[in-house]
């Protein structure tokens, strides 16, 4: 079982909130916050991290065809910014952060 704590400070205090690690993970989405995590809880939660260069490809590798990403990323460039963030809803909404991401960083390239 995983559990979160969300860092909040104003400047000058800080506190710590507990929290379910859901919400948090749909708070640091939407408000564009870093989450941090440990080498132990990304083994326990099987999954895999590729780091990335500036250009987008993993270290040493040349740029490969990813079809599915590629398409969903053409069809967000495609809606409307409002569209977008109801699309953004339904991704936190079914906790599916991985989709949300790719929405949010969309929306923030038009802004």
């Known amino acids: 079982m ?6 909040c400070t104003n400047g000058d205090k800080e ?4 929290s379910r690690t859901s919400d948090a993970g749909a708070l640091a989405l ?4 870093p989450i941090y995590t ?12 590729e780091i990335e260069n500036i250009d ?11 079809a599915p990403a590629d398409s969903f990323m053409e069809q967000l460039r495609k ?7 109801v699309l953004l809803d339904e991704a ?14 969309e929306l923030k390239k038009r802004s």
């Open 2 to 7: 995983f559990f979160s704590k969300l860092h």
């Open 15 to 18: 506190i710590y909130v507990d």
């Open 30 to 33: 939407r408000f564009d916050c």
């Open 38 to 49: 440990t080498e132990e809880i990304i083994e326990k939660a099987g999954l895999t991290l």
């Open 56 to 66: 987008g490809n993993a270290p040493g590798e040349e740029e490969k065809e990813n």
């Open 79 to 85: 809606l409307s910014v409002s569209e977008l963030k």
């Open 92 to 105: 936190v909404q079914n906790e599916d952060y991985e989709k949300a991401s790719k929405i949010r960083d």
